[in-house]
């Protein structure tokens, strides 16, 4: 089974990380003596965040082996990794923040783990999360039309392609505000916002997807499979977005803060 690429993932890692800075700016300051950043990654942004808010302890969490071995290289006084799946991760309440950026919408159940994770927080915690809300683009539409159709249907086996996350998992943002007030957050921030990216050109769009989306795909394909798959997913794509260079890129991300009272 493939697992993530890292350098793949990295190949927009600055506009990835926009985002992920403007989660951070949602924190409060406050004094931040252990946190934990749920799907870490390769790691950098764990170490960016816990540099930035001055985080006493700060724990990345990922189910990737590959991505955790990019994170080795951020570890710190500070800063460490640990393997485990978000989805089922809960603690004590010891933590004072847990973050998680672009990576809750691989999870089912959203009000479960959101609730998991909330009952880490110490009294005043604050809990920080980023998804994309992107999943009628036609980067994801002409995706799960590609699977749908053979010769790769019937490769799926009898359950048919893997689903899409964003679309499956992710919930509208006035359900995320009601999660949180449920779960007794004494202050809140819910946003939809669209990032204006600027790549250099439409056939930019199917790098992207292949550090993301169609990663679950290439977990259920074989290598040479698989690069058929995205061959014909660039030529489908393709004639839907057109050929342009540059190519304007709006992606649609729901970002979302709290705050335990004291």
Not at 69 to 89: C, L, M, P, Q, T
Not at 114 to 137: C, K, M
């Amino acid at each position: 089974m493939a697992d993530w690429n890292p350098e793949q993932y990295r190949q927009f890692a600055k506009e990835r990380g926009q985002a992920f800075y403007d989660l951070l700016e949602m924190i409060e300051p406050a004094q931040l003596d252990r946190a934990v950043d749920l799907g870490c990654g390769p790691g950098e942004l764990t170490a960016a965040a816990a540099a930035q808010l001055d985080v006493g302890e700060m724990i990345g969490i990922d189910n990737s082996p590959a991505m955790l071995d990019k994170a080795a290289e951020h570890v710190s006084a500070n800063v460490r990794f640990e393997f485990g799946d978000i989805g089922e991760w809960k603690s004590t309440a010891d933590f004072d923040l847990v973050l998680a950026a672009a990576s809750l919408h691989w999870v089912p159940d959203h009000a479960r783990v959101i609730g998991q994770w909330a009952a880490a927080l110490r009294s005043g915690g604050q809990i920080a999360i980023q998804v994309p809300a992107n999943s009628e683009q036609p980067s994801h539409v002409v995706a799960g039309e590609v699977a749908g159709r053979e010769p790769y249907l019937s490769l799926f086996g009898p359950d048919g392609p893997p689903l899409d996350p964003v679309r499956e998992y992710v919930l509208e943002p006035e359900e995320y505000a009601q999660i949180l007030y449920d779960l007794g957050f004494e202050r809140q921030l819910v946003r939809l916002q669209v990032y204006p990216h600027v790549l250099p050109s439409s056939r930019h769009v199917v790098e992207w997807v292949r550090g993301t989306t169609l990663t679950r795909f290439e977990k259920r394909l074989d290598a040479a499979t698989f690069a058929s798959f995205v061959d014909d997913y660039e030529r489908e794509l393709l004639a839907v977005l057109g050929e342009h260079e540059p190519f304007f890129f709006p992606f649609r991300r729901i970002l979302m803060w709290a705050r335990l009272p004291e």
